[in-house]
C-alpha cells in the first residue's frame, strides 16, 4: 500500500491512525526523516471536514480529474 493510499483509507476511515500512519512513514526510505509520531499527531487533529476536502482532493488526483480551483488556471491559459 502506498503513501497515499494509507493516508487516503484513513481519511476514509477504512484504517486507524494507528496503523495508516505506520504504513505512510513504512513508504518512505529512513533518510526521509519521517517521524512517526509527528504524522500521528498531525493527523490526529484534523476536523471531519478537512479530511473530507483531502480525501476528494486525493481521489481526484488518483483518478486524474481536475479540482475546482484548477479549471480557473485552465480558463485563464486558454484567453492567451
Known amino acids: 500500500m502506498g503513501a497515499r ?3 487516503l483509507a ?3 476511515g477504512d ?7 505506520q504504513r505512510y512513514v513504512g513508504c518512505f526510505p ?3 526523516g519521517m517521524d512517526l509520531e509527528r504524522i500521528r499527531k498531525g493527523w490526529s487533529g484534523w476536523s471531519a ?3 473530507g476536502d483531502m480525501a476528494e482532493h486525493i ?3 488518483i483518478e486524474g480529474r481536475q479540482q475546482p480551483d484548477d479549471e480557473d488556471e485552465d480558463e485563464e491559459d486558454a484567453e492567451v
Open 10 to 12: 484513513y481519511l476514509e
Open 30 to 32: 529512513k533518510s526521509a
Open 15 to 21: 484504517l486507524s491512525l494507528e496503523d495508516a500512519s
Open 5 to 7: 493510499a494509507a493516508l
Open 49 to 51: 471536514a478537512r479530511k
Open 59 to 61: 481521489r481526484a488526483g
